[in-house]
């Protein structure tokens, strides 16, 4: 954390990379100050509120993005407009599919997001100078498919209440560096609506609003207007993801 803070001041390292926390910890964190400058030449931040649509599904890739800030949702459209989630993205999470001609899937933000955007042949041709930057977009991809493979787990073989945890569980653990954070446990926001998150987990709007009460009477959460979830517990909550 002490490097983070002098990294702020270092005048090295772009004005537009300095107050950035999902640096570090995403793809550009392996960049040294003269590739920063080289990546910053041509980025731009871009804030955009929930339910933005960020990349349509099937569209020419002109961009990607590193996620800073929020929650982005990604799902798939059938022809006949029946929507499936498949993913959530958090910062830092990369957007995008490298070297891609066309997206695969719908982005939206779920909550308000903050991105920073930069063009895709900059950033191919930052990949091709950079193994250490290669590798680590290749750590990501994989991590995407390993989550994507528990969460078929959890599709397949959970049971509500173990779902419904499962997805509380993954919120609370990629919540936001500036959200309150209890010893051993979680505030946050729901980014997702009801409808949503019964899309997301394969369920009913009432199974998933039914396991939430459970949840509450548990004692493992406790819901405040109806969007901000406490965690006292953060071990108790993984206990029931099953």
């Known amino acids: 954390m002490a490097s983070d803070r002098r990294d702020i001041h270092n005048s090295d390292v772009p004005v537009l990379c300095r107050s950035c926390e ?18 910053a030449r ?50 830092p999470d990369f957007l995008g599919r490298l070297f891609g001609q066309e ?17 895709k042949s900059t950033l191919e041709q930052l990949v091709e100078k950079n193994p250490a930057l290669e590798h680590k977009l290749m750590q990501q991809t994989l991590r995407e498919l390993d989550e994507a493979r528990t969460w078929m787990v959890t599709l397949g ?23 309150d954070v209890v010893v051993g446990g979680a505030r946050f926001e729901l980014p997702l609506s009801r409808l949503d ?18 949840l509450r009477q548990m004692g493992v959460i406790q819901v ?15 206990t029931l993801c099953g």
């Open 42 to 91: 041509t980025t731009h931040k871009a804030r955009h509120q929930p339910g933005t649509e960020l990349i349509g599904d099937s569209t020419e890739i002109h961009s990607y993005a590193n996620v800073m800030r929020g929650v982005v949702k990604l799902s798939k459209v059938l022809e006949d407009g029946r929507q499936q989630l498949v993913g959530l993205q958090f910062a």
């Open 157 to 179: 073989r959970k049971t509500a209440l173990e779902k419904v945890a499962s997805f509380l569980h993954l919120i609370a653990t990629h919540t936001d560096p500036e959200a």
């Open 197 to 214: 998150i019964a899309d997301f987990l394969g369920l009913t709007i009432e199974t998933v609003s039914r396991q939430m009460t459970k």
């Open 22 to 39: 999902a640096r570090h910890r995403g793809m550009c964190g392996v960049l040294d100050p003269e590739q920063l400058v080289e990546l």
């Open 103 to 119: 997206s695969s899937v719908t982005a939206e933000a779920a909550s308000s997001v903050d991105l920073c955007v930069v063009p």
């Open 224 to 238: 405040t207007n109806n969007r901000t979830v406490d965690v006292p517990d953060l071990d108790r909550l993984q």
